[in-house]
């Protein structure tokens, strides 16, 4: 079985901290899904990163997939209140019908 | 973007009861869907793959005559919990791709099942 091990499994700070969250697996994967996830909700989708070394941004946030394809990271700049959350790495097998192993999750918790 | 449309949200049921939870894809075909559990604080722990006209594949652990899977059409997945217990209170979410070549899968609201 595939674990993604994902750090810190909880981060509280402070709005207009900058942040990192990491997801690492011994397995290489084909694609690499990060989520967020609200309580009671189902996931979101944030970013799919596919080539190792690409880097993807989304406003403040900053995907990076390793070189090898086993590792994962997600930057926040200056989070705010409103990036509290669940995230969630996901890894694609590579069986062809997108069957996700999801990460430990890292609980985020921004305050004012 | 697509949408995966879960029901019930939230569900209460005796012990020994069981209980379906349906999954659609709303604007797309899925003939693969994906049936997950998430116990508080915990994440997503994939139960079963549920295959349009064929048997479900289920994961390891997991019971097949306790979890009833079925997809009836191109766009319904239904999960049904049969004889439940309160160990089966759960977070229990669906996901769907659309697409074969990309690796997107999207995901229903999610069914908050207690069983008393």
């Known amino acids: 079985t595939q674990l993604l091990e994902q750090s810190p499994q909880f981060l509280s700070i402070q709005e207009g901290e900058n942040l990192t969250v990491y997801c690492n697996s011994s397995?290489?994967?084909?694609?690499l899904q990060w989520y967020r996830q609200e309580p009671g909700e189902g996931p979101v989708l944030l970013v799919t990163?596919?080539?190792?070394?690409e880097v993807k941004k989304l406003k403040r946030l900053t995907f990076q997939f390793g070189d090898a394809r086993k590792d994962s990271s997600l930057h926040i700049t200056a989070a705010q209140t409103g990036d509290t959350g669940l995230y969630l790495c996901?890894?694609?097998?590579?069986?062809?019908?997108?069957?996700?192993?999801f990460g430990t999750g890292t609980r985020l918790l921004v305050s004012p | 973007g697509a949408v995966v449309s879960q029901h019930p949200s939230r569900v209460i049921c005796k012990s020994g009861t069981s209980v379906k939870i349906e999954c659609r894809s709303l604007?797309?075909?899925?003939?693969?869907m994906f049936w997950y559990r998430q116990f508080p604080k915990q994440s997503l722990m994939l139960m079963a793959t549920?295959?349009?006209?064929?048997?479900?594949?289920?994961e390891q652990g997991v019971e097949k005559d306790k979890f009833l899977i079925n997809h009836a059409s191109l766009t319904l997945s239904t999960l049904t919990v049969t004889s439940a217990h309160p160990e089966d209170s759960s977070f229990y979410i669906c996901?769907?791709?659309?697409?074969?070549?990309?690796?997107?899968?999207?995901f229903g609201q999610g069914t908050r099942l207690t069983v008393v």
């Open positions: 996901s769907a791709p659309d697409r074969v070549e990309y690796t997107e899968a999207f």
């Open positions: 397995s290489v994967f084909s694609s």
């Open positions: 990163v596919v080539t190792g070394g």
């Open positions: 996901a890894g694609a097998e590579n069986t062809g019908f997108q069957k996700l192993v």
């Open positions: 604007d797309f075909q899925a003939t693969t």
């Open positions: 549920s295959n349009e006209g064929s048997k479900a594949t289920y």
